[in-house]
């Protein structure tokens, strides 16, 4: 579908960040004629081979905000080996502790970069602007409408403003202000290695089974997660270590304009970019696996030699952000956000807050357009007022959940990592946790609530 984005439609959007979270909001609002720029700070598009799993929620909320979405998923996602995460004690025994079902064809795993590479052929050229990273907002113009200023010196303007930009969101610290600290994530005492082996030598290191589907490592404060990506031809590995120290970045600087999605390597706290990710090594995971089983280590045996980055898990569970909008202007995804990555989630809940966005936006537009040029009052008060309605809207439905799935990852990782007090031995309290864990996240009436989004904007329009 064209849009003309200067046309007759009562809203533009200016989206911050082409992540998941972002593309899938443009493709959203595309599919609902909304027009939409998306502001990207990459000089054009380049993403780190990180593998991904997407949730049956993640599916559904796929189809809701786009059929091409999902479609552009099934072009990239790899069949399961086996339709069960499946966890194994990684210290002892070597041996199967529960199989939680996925769903058939649950969870299935891509490649980040292949996923978003397909997102963005669905959008018509020149809508996402490459080398757009925003600096500040300014509200004040006499249209109501929004300034956004980019570091290049140039700026654009666009009546609602949605922060995609991720974990260090600058849209964020804009709403809230630079010195709240809920405008800046806290680290969660963990870091890992992440790698992609060939898959010829993940077979040597751990046989054709348990190269064929996810598994994962239990073990005392550290854990391990693998599965195939790329149609087989790769393992994708990643080591999880707890740290009972603060983090210590290797120095401090800029923020790394060229970085993006998963690619963490600044972060803003208290105020101040520090370095985001240490220099680590193969020695280091191994040394914190000393004692492991050997099928576990043979797995940390597969990251590459020489240094490796160890990359700080970071989330908002301390200070979280009261609402995740403000006028017309708000967050989704990461940026509003940020859980660690143990319940593979978070790609999952920004897809699902680009259908709230997406419809809750429409509607609005289309509450505007009810109103005519003769509409109640000055037509860009009234819009902004309809816009801040559905903003409203989309936080207080998305808050509960979302800032629920921060704290739940914390208890998965510490039923990973053993640090409950049964140290990992109840396998059936293990198997009844982790369960309800992940049902909560997967099993989520995505209609259900967003029929009820519409109703509540309905009832505010009125
Ligand atoms: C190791 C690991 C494994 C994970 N595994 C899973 C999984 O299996 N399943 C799952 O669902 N989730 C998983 N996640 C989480 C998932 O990757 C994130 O939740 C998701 O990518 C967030 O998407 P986003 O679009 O909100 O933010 P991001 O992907 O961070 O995208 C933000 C975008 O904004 C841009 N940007 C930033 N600042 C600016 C600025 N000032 N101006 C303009 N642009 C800007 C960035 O360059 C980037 O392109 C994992 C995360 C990690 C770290």
Known sequence: MTIDPEGEAPFKVAIVGAGITGISLAIGLQARNVPFAVYERARSFREVGAGIGLSENAERAMTAVAPSVREAFEKVAMPNGEDYFQWVDGFNTDRLIFR???GDNGFRGCRRSDFLEELIKVLPEGTVKWGKELRSIEEDSP???????????????ADIVVGCDGIRSRVRQLLLGEQDPASHAGYTHKYCFRSLAPMDEALKAIGPYRASTRFMYNGPDAHIITYPVAEGSVLNIVVFVTDTNPWHPNSEGESNAENSGNNITTISTGGRNVTHTGKGSREGA??????????ARAIAGLLPTGDIEKWAVFDMLDHPAGSYARGTTC???DAAHAAGPHLGA?????????????????????GVKADGPEGKGELGTRKNELASEALRVYSDVRYERTQWLIGATRDAVALFQWQKDDRG???????????RLFHKIWHYDLDLEVKQARAKLAGRLT
Do not use: C, N, Y
């Not at 031995?425 to 369960?435: L, N």
């Open 100 to 102: 939680l079902h996925v």
């Open 143 to 157: 249209d109501g409408r929004t300034t956004l200023v980019f570091k290049d010196g140039t700026d654009a303007r």
């Open 286 to 295: 191994l040394s914190a696996l000393e004692g492991w089983h050997p099928t």
């Open 331 to 333: 967050l989704a995804g």
């Open 346 to 366: 978070g790609a999952g809940f920004g897809i699902e807050d680009a259908v709230f966005l997406a419809t809750l936006i429409a509607q609005a537009a289309d």
């Open 425 to 435: 031995a109840d396998h059936d309290r293990f198997a009844r946790e982790i369960t």
